[in-house]
């Protein structure tokens, strides 16, 4: 929220023209997006993705629709679609390492989400790590101008992290509440 109590807008969406489910899962509130009959992806084939280049960032539209779902509250359907990518990835290497942070971060935004503060605080803190391990295996490598990795602030979002996980109890937000900005992480690729 801003100083004045105005919720910050979204972002612009990256991909536009990929629309959003018609709900962010939420459970007790919502059908399990896959096991779920009534889910809002039950049945559907998933084409596997291919590994992201992390210097076409901007070419790959599993990870840019990640980023939107995420920054729109979609924090259920962000981790699925950052997931795989990461197994794309063969789950090993800086962008996996990278990917687990982001799956860790919407994983962390899901808890928010459910009322959670111990699991938003726990993949907060997993994410922290991640993306410390990720900044120390990309260093200036492929795919990292100017701090930002694939397009995102690695030290921001470290930063946003450690401080997600050290919240307490009484900061996380009220259960099932649908407004996705008040987890207080939005990404803004560059």
């Known amino acids: 929220m801003a100083k004045d109590d105005?919720?910050?807008?979204?972002?612009?969406?990256?991909?536009p023209d990929r629309p959003f489910p018609p709900y962010a899962y939420t459970p007790r509130r919502h059908p399990h997006p896959i096991r779920d009959p009534e889910g809002h992806s039950y049945g559907m084939e998933v084409e596997?993705?291919?590994a992201p280049?992390?210097?076409a960032w901007r070419g790959c539209g599993d990870y840019l629709y990640g980023i939107d779902l995420f920054n729109h509250g979609f924090f259920w359907e962000a981790?699925?679609?950052?997931?795989?990518?990461?197994?794309a990835c063969g789950r090993r290497g800086p962008t996996a390492l990278f990917l687990q942070a982001l799956i860790n971060m919407a994983a962390a935004g899901f808890q928010v989400r459910r009322g959670n503060a111990r699991g938003m605080r726990a993949n907060a803190k997993t994410a922290l790590?991640?993306?410390?391990s990720a900044a120390s295996a990309i260093g200036s490598g492929p795919g990292c101008h100017k701090g930002r990795y694939m397009g995102l602030d690695l030290a921001g979002l470290t930063t946003?992290?450690?401080?997600?996980?050290n919240r307490q109890s009484g900061e996380a937000d009220r259960p099932g509440d649908a407004e996705p900005r008040e987890f207080g992480?939005?990404?803004w690729p560059e």
Do not use: K, Y
């Open 6 to 15: 105005s919720p910050i807008p979204p972002p612009p969406r990256l991909l």
């Open 48 to 50: 596997e993705p291919a």
């Open 53 to 55: 280049d992390p210097t």
């Open 79 to 87: 981790h699925e679609v950052w997931e795989g990518l990461w197994h």
């Open 129 to 132: 790590r991640l993306f410390q």
């Open 160 to 165: 946003q992290a450690a401080a997600i996980s």
């Open 185 to 187: 992480i939005l990404l």
